[in-house]
């Protein structure tokens, strides 16, 4: 099935780590924000990485203010592709979003890609540009349910340097 983006990005000009997924899911798309269904860890690796309480980030409005406060923009690596459900391995004739809108409005350093098919697409699609603008790029595992074999304290251990980027 064809799948077009349609969650905007979340990013402001305080913005220095940009963190990009690949696309978003059919649970994300339902409830119109990144990481949105509830067996994705990506929230609560993000509670742990900041101190803060179980449950915290559960609401959008909440989950944005959490990540323009903490100078972190969000998004994906594709515009659109066709993709079977949640899948990344289905993924085919991907098509890019253009990172330049965050990046010309921001002091981005590092990008952070959450899982190996972001990663990959990212490299593809956009290592040139960020190694133009001297912007490191660093792989994180996937905080989706499927990666089962990484346990949440294992998650948060490899999302450090995603804090260390903003602190």
Known sequence: MRVVHTIEPVFDERSRVLVLGT??????????FFYGHPQNRFWRVMER?????????????????????????????LASCSIEGASDASIADPVPNDL?????????????????????LCR???G??????????????????ANARM???????AYMPLRD???
């Open 49 to 77: 990485l900041f101190n803060l309480p179980d449950r915290k980030l559960v609401e959008n409005a909440v989950r944005t203010a959490f990540l323009l406060e903490h100078r972190i923009a969000l998004w994906d690596v």
């Open 100 to 120: 330049t809108r965050i990046l010309d409005a921001a002091q981005v350093t590092h990008v952070f890609t959450t899982g190996g098919t972001a990663a990959r």
């Open 124 to 126: 593809r699609f956009d």
């Open 165 to 167: 980027a903003v602190l």
């Open 23 to 32: 696309m978003p899911s059919p649970k994300s798309r339902e409830v119109g």
């Open 128 to 145: 040139g540009l960020l190694r133009e603008r001297a912007i490191e790029h660093v792989a994180l595992p996937s905080t989706s349910a």
């Open 151 to 157: 346990r949440l304290d294992d998650l948060v251990a």
